[in-house]
């Protein structure tokens, strides 16, 4: 009885190692031989192409593992194993370099920006002159034109003044352009108004061709 | 007693051999695939890539190879977040 479980003992003992004997083991991708390979995927990494080079990124990532699978084999396939290390750079270099085009954040868009020429206000007011409404009906006409945006009314004034009187003078002015749109049929919700006073000329201020350059009144486009 | 110990025994150190033993590469190769369907991020890349080269060392006779790359390749489909 003892030999016999003696013998159970070794049989099931052998079929536990041939079991685990069938494990599949892991590829070793962190051997020497691959090192270059390896650096190559991890500045493509850092770079972001897992995000924005998924593909060559994947292709990369995969030779390396080919590599790994080839070096086990002992120096059976000495081309091969050269061949999947020279993918694997490849592919990570060409991810790396889709990264940066790809990650690369976008440059803003410069806004688009309607100046309203001859648009007037008496001195010191944010009443407009008569001879303003020309200008702001073909703006009205325009706005009506395109629907799907929305703008920035936006007044500025020269730098005679203290700033903060300007500012405030800007906000009024920016303010009565908005109203006389809205009341002449564009939708309110389309419309905000903002002073901007004396602190973005677009000439200098000491001359009075200058300054009138840069008491303005603008629409700035927001999509 | 000592024969359930040794059954237990040969539980534990088989059970990481077993995953999968009874399914061919071919069925794990389909299931990885139906995981990443529709999905293009990276470890769904990989995982297909990985899942070829597990057929490619099939074809080959590697069986080991094959295990190792669907094992790569399961691990990737099942990191990209797709469903079973």
Known sequence: MKKSMSMKTWMTMGAALWLGGCAAGQLDIQRDELSDARHAI?????????RCAPKEMARAQSELYYAAHELTENGVHPDETAGHIADARKYADKARMLARKRCA????????????EGVHFRTNS??????????????????KKRPDIR????????????AAYNLKLSERRAKSVMEYLIAHGVDASRLTSRGY????PVASNATPEGRARNRRVELRVIR | MRLLLLTILVGAMAAPAMAGAFDSIDDRAS????RVQGKHDYQAELARDMASAAQDELAQHDLRAARQFMDLAEQAASRSGGKR
């Open chain 1, 126 to 143: 944010a009443e407009l002159t008569p001879a303003s409404t020309a200008t702001l009906d073909r703006a009205v006409a325009a706005l």
């Open chain 1, 105 to 116: 954040p976008k440059p803003k868009a410069k806004p688009e920006i309607i100046r309203l």
């Open chain 1, 42 to 50: 991890e500045a493509a990494r850092k770079a972001g192409a897992e």
């Open chain 2, 31 to 34: 299931r990885v695939e139906a």
């Open chain 1, 151 to 162: 703008v920035e009314v936006a007044a500025h004034t020269d730098s005679r003044g203290s």
């Open chain 1, 197 to 200: 006073g004396e602190s973005q």
